[in-house]
Each structure stands twice: as C-alpha cells, then as structure tokens.
C-alpha cells in the first residue's frame, strides 16, 4: 500500500471550498495524501501517517497548471528576443524572428530541462506542452515527474519572410496530413498509459496556418477520443487582418463556423477578438462566440507586455463570460511571475486596482484551467483530488509580514519561498532545487545549443544579418 503523508498543523492551507465553489483560507490546518491522492484537507486529522512534516511556518496551495508551454524549443531565445519583434509586420514574431531561432534536435533535452525545471521550482505541477515531437519527448516528460499534456503540432503550411516585410506561408497540405497522422498515433500511445500522469492533447498549430479541413478533422480526432484541443488564435494583427482577407471573419468566428469551439478547447492567447482597441474593429462578436461556446483563453501576461502587448482585459472578459487561464508560452517558465503579470497588467488595461485581485488570478492558474483540460481532480486542495501540492515557507522574509499570503507570495515573494512540490504524491523539488533532472548541467547545454544558432543564424535570416545586428545587446559591448 502506498504511504500516507501529513502535513500537520499547516500555518496556512489555500484548500478548496465546496460551499463557495472557491479557493478559502485555512490556518492552523492538516494535509493528508496517500499515494497519489488527497485524504484529508480541514483541521484536526486524527488518523496516522508514514510520513509527518510539520506544517508550522508552512503554506499549502494545490499546484499550478500553465495552460500553454513551448518547453522544447523556444527557450533559447533568452538574450536575444526578449524585445525585438518585427516592426514591419506589426509586432509579431512569427514570419522573421523565430525562424532564425531553431535549435539543433541534439539540444531539445536541454530546452525541455530548462524550462520544466523552472516550472516546477516555481509551483507548476501540470503543464501543456506544445512542440514538434522528437524521439525523447515522452521520456524526458516522464523523468521530469512533472505532469503534463503533450499537444503535438500539426500545420498545413510554414510562416517565413522573404524581406522582413511580407508574411509568406508556405502551403504543403500533404505534410500537414501526415504530422495529423503521427500526431494522433502519439496521442493514442499516449493515452493508453496505465498512470494517466501524461496525456494527450490535440493541437493544430494557429488559425492561419491550418486548413479549413485540417482544423475541422482536428477537432473531430479530439472530441473522438476524449482529449482536450488547443491552438493559437488572435494572436497578432497581422493574423487577425489575414484572416479577415481570406475569410472575411474574425480568426473567432472562422473557428466558430467550423464546430470547433467548445469547453474542451483552449485558445493561446487571445489578445485581438474583434474588441481590441488596436484594431479599431467594428463588431463585437468574438467574446460573446467564446462565452457561449465555452472556450478557455491561455494568456501569457510576461512575454505580450514586454513586447508592448496587453490584453484588454482579464476582469473584461470575464464579465462577458469568457474563462481566462494562464499560461507561460516561452520564457521564462516561472509560473508565480505569470500570475504577477497578469494581475498587474490588467489592473494597467483598466486603469482600476479594483478590476482583479491576486485571488481572481490565482483562480485562472489553478481550477480555470483545470476545468478547460476537463480535470475536476487538478487545481484544488480536496479530498480526492490529485496529490500535486507546493509547500511554501512563510517564515520567508519576502513573505513576511504574511497577513494575506498568497499575496505575499504573488506581489513579494514569487518562487524565493517555494520549499517542496510533489506531483502525484512524488517530491520533485526540494528546498526549491528539483530533484528529478539537472537543471544547471541542461542550462550549460541550452547555451552550447544557442552558440550554434547564433552562429548560423545569417544563413536563415532573409538579409544575411548576423545576430548581433538582429539582436543588439542592451548594452555596447566596450573592447
Ligand atoms: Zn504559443
């Protein structure tokens, strides 16, 4: 039988609330889980464990979910993306700038580290991640302990440019097939998994790459077999206006029209329904489509507004009935700054502190999203539900004084505090260090990986540039 711990007399438990269908604070409280499953949340456990922490000094929360990941590869653009975008084709970086960011295959194991890592020292227990697969992928998930939704990616066409001014797709419909294909033989291995901490998610890459077809099919694989479906959707201008110029509909209504919106469907990010006020759009159709149908947005607050980007806004979106969770996209992966951001950042969209509140936020990291990926056993600290849980020292001076500490945590702390995570009753970080991979040794690799793309990097871009004339440092390098 599988050992039973306690988490004894806990100074404070964020523990789930059936009454109020809300997280509630619990101080002075015990967390009790066996295996992989929670026991007991509330005061006064009387029954006997194997293992007893105490809990004085100690806050419980249930672990994180980032609802949209790039572990793989696109980590290796820190220092040298974080604000560069492509002026010309109206901030987005998907025609110029990523392409010539391509890690070599031998340096995904790193990118993957990295990242999960990072995640999981910052109190993320379930992650969405979506990225070309490779042979290790599965294997590197498994090793890492954390748990995951592994969406890999399918498109019918490749975004480049030929003069960092046009946006070219290069259609090739037949290969977009078969990466279904193999994308659904995957999904299926997956699925069929006796421990369920990976699963499978279906994931036509974005809204303009991807036949009507291709998306229509997609969608009916997905709902087949029972597995969520993600994509990316109004996620620049430019899309937005492309998508308009083929369809004459908003990338929303384009996914409406094709059946594809539904609970199980989470959208990456979600910055332009036809209300964003950079579109100066008429209508107002996309949020009420998403309301109704039920979709779930993935926003990714840090890397949009270092980029100048917003979305307007969370506490908008929700009044209108749209479910916003969070996600971390590329880097960095620390899922407690994520939460940070996307308070602030729309308390900034509507210049009003009241509009949201560390708890609102914290609510779309955790059951949010666990409700778009159809796991009612995620997210929360109760009685049956999964044993992914973040311990968290709240003797921490940054989380001092600690009247309100998810606050503390939230606007002060972030993950300084963060002692232990376990995902499935399994410790995968202690004393804020992972314990399941080597996160320095992949971080030394990750770097190796970057040297030789930076190296190659004139042979990808359409101008011959070299990195440092893409991707100035943010200081001049004195000889
Ligand atoms: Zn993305």
Not at 221 to 236: F, K, M
Not at 381 to 404: N, S
Not at 432 to 456: C, K, P, S, Y
Request: charge should be negative; hydrophobic fraction near 40%.
């Amino acid at each position: 039988m599988a050992p039973t711990t306690w988490i004894k007399n806990a100074g404070c438990v964020v523990a789930w609330d059936e009454e109020t269908n809300g997280h509630v604070y619990l101080n002075d409280a015990d967390v009790v889980f066996t295996g992989d499953r929670i026991d007991f949340v509330g005061k006064g456990y009387d029954g006997t464990a194997e293992e007893v922490i105490d809990g004085h000094e100690r806050m419980v929360i249930p672990g994180l979910i980032s609802l949209h990941t790039h572990a793989t590869h696109i980590t290796r653009g820190k220092g040298l993306n974080e604000e560069i975008d492509s002026k010309l084709m109206f901030n987005t970086t998907l025609f110029e700038i990523n392409p010539l960011l391509a890690l070599e295959p031998q340096y995904f194991n790193a990118s993957f580290e990295c990242a999960v890592s990072e995640l999981l020292r910052s109190g993320c227990t379930t992650m969405v991640e979506m990225t070309n697969p490779y042979p290790e992928w599965i294997d590197n998930v498994e090793r890492s302990g954390i748990r995951a939704y592994l969406a890999p990616h399918f498109s019918s066409s490749r975004y480049y440019t030929p003069n960092g001014h046009s946006m070219c797709y290069e259609w090739d419909e037949a290969k977009g097939r078969r990466q279904f294909e193999e994308a659904l033989k995957l999904i299926d291995e997956i699925e069929k998994r006796p421990d369920g901490r990976i699963r499978g998610m279906v994931y036509p890459a974005q809204v303009d790459s991807c036949t009507e077809d291709l998306m229509r099919d997609a969608a009916a694989a997905a709902r087949e077999r029972g597995v969520p479906l993600t994509t990316h959707c109004a996620q620049s201008v430019v899309e937005f206006r492309e998508m308009m110029h083929r369809h004459g509909k908003t990338p929303v209504e384009w996914l409406h029209g094709l059946g594809f919106l539904g609970p199980d469907v989470s959208l990456g990010h979600l910055l332009f329904p036809d209300e964003a006020p950079k579109l100066h759009w008429p209508t107002r159709n996309d949020l009420p489509i998403l309301a109704e149908t039920g979709a779930t947005v993935a926003h990714c607050p840090v890397i949009q507004a270092r980029r100048g980007r917003l979305l307007h806004s969370i506490a908008s979106y929700k009044e209108k009935g749209v479910k916003v969770a969070i996600g971390t996209d590329t880097f960095p992966h620390n899922m407690i700054d994520e939460i940070r951001w996307a308070t602030v950042m729309c308390k900034v969209a509507t210049e009003d502190t009241h509009s949201i509140t560390a708890g609102d936020t914290f609510h779309a990291a955790t059951v949010v999203a666990a409700e778009a990926l159809g796991r009612p056993d995620l997210g929360r600290l109760a009685i049956g539900a999964k044993a992914d849980l973040v311990l968290i020292d709240l003797g921490h001076p940054l989380m001092q004084p600690a009247r309100d500490p998810l606050r503390s945590l939230i606007f002060s702390a972030l993950d300084a505090p963060i002692l232990r995570v376990y995902v499935d009753g399994r410790q995968v970080v202690e004393d804020g260090e992972v314990t399941t991979m080597d996160h320095r040794a992949a971080a030394a690799r990750l770097n190796e990986g970057q040297q030789r793309a930076i190296a190659t990097m004139p042979e990808r871009d359409w101008g011959g540039r070299s990195c440092d004339e893409i991707f100035p440092r943010c200081l001049p390098t004195k000889h």
